[in-house]
């Protein structure tokens, strides 16, 4: 009998499903503001295509116009299965660039072995395509570790660093979770909506099951890179949720690093952030769009130089 947390990737599945189960709006009404905030529907994207970046020809798209934000998608994920409930709540605001990491959807995967860094790499070579010379980066679970090399890599591309349920060290997750990473292969998706996207968007499906090895390669691997990460210089906010996979103290330490830990009252805001969100798991972090957003927006938009209030 399998343990419970060997399961983790099953039940991801089984969210994305739902989100996935979402239709796409009819392109002549695409963009319109749905009649339920709760459950409006992509929009049109403004540009796709395909960067050669790293030997790699990594699929993007872009919605809507203004400041740009980059969204790091999670193991397995694609655009339709991790963004396509948060795109339409950020992209009337913001230029929102999406894309696939190497293997994952529409980028066919290459003789390369999986890195965080290599990831951050072809992300950066990305923003030159694309000619953006800074922007917004967020990143969830797998993207939060290629968010963090962004800012330690390329820090002049990066203006402010979300990280939703990620980590910057291997024991940075709970024991548990961090052991249950050996246990995962492709039967445990066999069926589910990452198989089916894997095998529709262009990959061979022949290679699911060395896909999901590749995948996880980067995870059985220690890595710590907490010096690095203490010195990124962009404005961070962290969020985790409190039955995240993410252990508190290591978003803590650094919280800390970044200024924080100290009353605001007396001693002023720090620029960086941390939230710990209540009854939210790792996988139900991207469910938690009616919090999330308006602090990401609030964390986006803010005047971080200022002071804090008086009363």
Known sequence: MKKPFLNFYCAMALVVSVIAC?????????????????????????????????????????????QPIVLLHGSFMTIPLNWSHIIPLLAPNRRVIVAEMQGHGRTRDISREFGYEAMADDVSGLLKHLKVDSADVLGYSMGGGVAFQMAVRHPAQVRRLIILSGTYAHDGWWPDVEASYAGINAEMFRGTPIQKQYDSLGNDPAHFSEFVKKVMSIDLKPYDWTAAVQQIKAPLFMAIGDADGVRYEHALELFRAKGGGKMGDIHGLPQSRLAILPGTTHIGMMQRTDWLIPMINEFLDADLTAPPPTF
């Open 22 to 66: 979402r239709q796409p709006v009819p392109k002549e009404t695409a963009g319109k503001q749905s009649s339920d905030s709760s459950s409006q529907q992509m929009p049109v994207p403004k540009d796709t295509g395909y960067a050669d970046v790293n030997g790699l020809k990594l699929y993007y798209e872009v919605y809507g116009q203004g």
